[in-house]
């Protein structure tokens, strides 16, 4: 299963790793492209995932979510 995240505030690379990153540590998460030029994550998961786990996990490194699309 899969969810696309749409990202504001990421302003380079190193955004993109931390958001990356701390998404990848969420249990169920087994894969996590971010991509600084379309300010989206897509995220591949084995088992339900929650938006506010999601939203939760990106805001409180600094960035919003401004939209969750499976």
Known sequence: MEKK?????MKCEGCCNRVKNALKDIKGVKKV?????EKKATITYKKELSDELIKATITNLGFNVEGIDE
């Open 5 to 9: 995240v749409l990202i504001s505030g």
């Open 33 to 37: 492209d971010v991509s600084l030029e």
